[in-house]
């Protein structure tokens, strides 16, 4: 039961916009007369909410998938609909500062979506960091346009493949979710270490056959690389590019 | 191609080919009936599930030759389109948006209902029109963020790369989207084929399909969006007067649009997904599919009130079961179970079984979703649930 609610409280965050729903359903069981609208947007969510607080259905549901995604039963509930409803309603009469009102509570109760920490201004049309497009550009001109190995590092994986697919990585977005927290990839553990080292670096780049070793320049010294038998082609915004002339050729590969 | 060209086809295959679509499924209804936006969202709902219709069985029986879904999907689609045109003509064509028939009646002297009321009240009318101007006000700051901000999600790693990978290989999910590396078929979460109709556009418009999913989708998925929530809030109006109906809908929208700006509260709102991964098909199921599941119900009862139910509410509810196999792998059981237990709540409220029938009918594309669902989850389900090996073995 306190997985439960601690869904609902997950799903209500840091808002009052669950809030402004409830108050929403109670002027509607008090003052709906529809019998159709009364059935549809008030018995009916309160069966799927008797549903969703009740255990066995969580874990029933958890045996079909993740239990992280049981939120998603709070979408049968149509929240946004039910609260602009009850508003026009309720200022049925006098719309013009009803509307306002309801506008100023939902303002009040909710949280502006564009002030995400996710949502920036875009800086191509693609909608991906432009660094994450100059870097593959450079290494997809290096490659003749072929299959490629590149080792890139964490900041970098999440968008370089939604650009390029004959781009592949030693590892991807999936090393940086919760639920691998505990897996164990030499490249991915060597970039995240505080002070980089480049011998493990490179030593585990080569064991995943790595063409490209991407850097932030500003973490490497460029004559461990050197030693190391890596080849620098370029700084690309604030990248270092290395070639490993060791790497076998992937051009023939298809995927 | 020309980017102008090019913007042309994304609005023919992603937009047009669509809403002709649209005309099939809205013939059922009577000629009044034929509104524009159920036309429009009725289309997406083909389109959606043809799709579907389509690519499973090709994703599971034909090695996922995307190439032959593109193929096959860019000749049946305006094929529907054709029928739909040609099938509403024959039943007396369709009515034009609201506004149009107002100008239109207005350029001709002639007169409209719509005309009529607003001489009538003038002050509704006065009203009405200040909140339409403020809704498209809120709704073209939405398209605009849109466009020029970018939404960094993580799960657009999986989804965005995997429309590009068959945009680029011709092949749907037999490569790891994280990696690049081959790997056996994920069914479960390749049955939701939303990133390869996006990709099939892409490759039907010659663009590149991260460009097509980030800047240019959200102009056809939050319109949509909007439209099923002036379905749902025009059904929901459905017992006020002509006069109170026409300045409370468009308050409804902008309450609406407030709440999409303003529903960022968690990560896991309806609004956060329709305006930060507005591409994803969860997405779609929870600002769509769900609101159109809660409008096929409310047409039931009105028509129910009326006497006769017709097939309309029972079409869109198939489009939408079968539409939702699209969106994630769970939303053909969510919307199923929805329907069916909205189906029971008019069947207590009106005392009129037989609603449950047709009910169950009507959901037949998502209980034949779910054996396929249940058969692929069967080994996990007896194993206990989930655990990380799993997912391991989904994600590669």
Redesign the interface.
């Known amino acids: 039961m306190t997985e439960i609610w601690i869904t609902i409280l997950?799903?209500?965050?840091?808002?009052?916009?669950?809030i402004l729903y409830f108050v929403s359903l109670v002027l509607m069981f008090l003052r709906e007369d529809?019998?159709?609208?009364?059935?549809?947007?008030l018995?009916?969510p309160l069966?799927?909410l008797a549903l969703f607080i009740f255990p066995p259905f969580r874990s029933l549901y958890?045996?079909?998938?993740?239990t992280a995604?049981y939120?998603?039963?709070?979408?049968?509930l149509?929240?946004?609909?039910t609260?602009?409803?009850t508003?026009?309603?309720q200022?049925?009469t006098w719309?013009?500062p009803?509307?306002l009102i309801?506008?100023l509570l939902?303002?009040m109760?909710?949280?502006?979506?564009?002030?995400?920490e996710?949502?920036?201004?875009?800086?191509n049309?693609?909608?991906?960091?432009q660094m994450a497009i100059d870097v593959t550009d450079f290494i997809m001109n290096e490659s003749g346009g072929d299959?490629t190995i590149v080792s890139m590092p964490p900041g970098l994986?999440?968008?370089v493949?939604?650009?390029?697919?004959?781009?592949?990585?030693?590892?991807?977005?999936?090393m940086?979710?919760p639920?691998?927290r505990?897996?164990h990839h030499a490249v991915y553990e060597a970039y995240i270490e505080e002070e980089l080292d480049p011998d493990a670096l490179i030593g585990a780049t080569r064991q995943y056959n790595c063409n490209y070793v991407v850097v932030e320049a500003v973490r490497v010294e460029e004559e461990d690389m050197e030693r190391l038998g890596m080849e620098l082609l370029a700084n690309v915004d604030g990248y270092n590019i290395y070639y490993d002339p060791q790497s076998p050729d992937w051009s023939s590969m298809?995927? | 191609m020309g980017a102008i060209l090019k913007l042309l086809l994304f609005f023919i295959w992603a937009g047009l080919i669509p809403v002709l679509m649209g005309l099939l499924p809205t013939s059922y209804l009577a000629k009044h009936r034929r509104r524009s936006h159920i036309i429009i969202i009725s289309g997406y709902l083909c389109a959606f599930s043809l799709f579907e219709i389509l690519g499973v069985p090709i994703l599971f029986f034909l090695k996922g030759d995307f190439d032959l879904l593109v193929r096959l999907y860019s000749i049946i689609s305006p094929l529907m389109a054709a029928a739909g045109v040609i099938r509403c003509i024959r039943m007396g064509g369709a009515r034009l948006p609201a506004i149009v028939e107002v100008l239109a009646a207005r350029r001709m002297n002639a007169e409209n209902e719509t005309m009529q009321l607003i001489r009538q009240k003038r002050s509704s009318a006065g009203q009405a029109i200040l909140f339409w101007a403020v809704f498209l006000a809120l709704f073209a700051f939405q398209i605009y963020m849109a466009y020029t901000r970018a939404s960094y999600d993580g799960d657009d790693a999986y989804y965005v790369a995997q429309s590009l990978i068959s945009w680029q290989t011709g092949t749907m999910y037999r490569w790891d989207p994280y990696t690049g590396v081959s790997t056996s078929l994920d069914g479960r979460h390749a049955m939701a084929m939303l990133p390869m109709w996006i990709a099939a556009i892409s490759r039907l418009c010659g663009t590149h399909s991260t460009i097509v999913t980030h800047s240019m989708i959200p102009m056809i998925f939050l319109p949509l969006s909007d439209l099923c929530y002036y379905a749902v809030g025009k059904a929901l109006l459905y017992k006020e007067s002509p006069a109170r109906r026409l300045r409370m809908l468009p308050a409804f929208m902008i309450v609406i649009a407030l709440i999409q700006i303003y529903g960022n509260v968690s990560i896991y709102t309806p609004e956060t997904f329709l305006l930060m991964r507005t591409w994803q098909g969860k997405t779609v199921f929870a600002n769509v599919l769900i609101p159109m599941t809660f409008y096929s119900l409310l047409l039931i009862t009105h028509r129910l009130e009326e006497g006769r139910i017709g097939k309309f509410p029972w079409i869109v509810m198939v489009l939408v079961n079968t539409a939702a196999g699209l969106c994630t792998s769970l939303a053909p059981v969510m919307t199923s179970m929805l329907f069916i237990a909205g189906c029971l709540c008019i069947a207590l409220s009106y005392r009129y079984k037989k609603v449950m029938f047709f009910g169950l009918l009507s959901c037949i594309p998502g209980f034949v979703y779910a054996v396929i669902i249940f058969a692929l989850l069967l080994p996990n389900f007896l194993a206990g649930g989930l655990n990380i090996e799993f997912l391991h073995s989904i994600f590669g």
């Open positions: 997950q799903y209500a965050g840091t808002g009052f916009l669950l529809d019998r159709g609208n009364r059935a549809i947007f018995y009916l069966i799927f958890g045996r079909f998938d993740s995604t939120y998603r039963f709070l979408w049968l149509p929240m946004s609909a609260i602009a409803y508003a026009v309603k200022f049925s719309l013009k009803g509307i309801a506008g939902v303002v109760c909710g949280k502006y979506t564009y002030e995400n996710n949502i920036l201004p875009a800086e049309r693609l909608h991906l960091p299959y994986v999440q968008f493949r939604q650009y390029e697919s004959k781009l592949w990585l030693p590892y991807g977005r999936e940086l979710l639920d691998f505990n897996y298809g995927g």
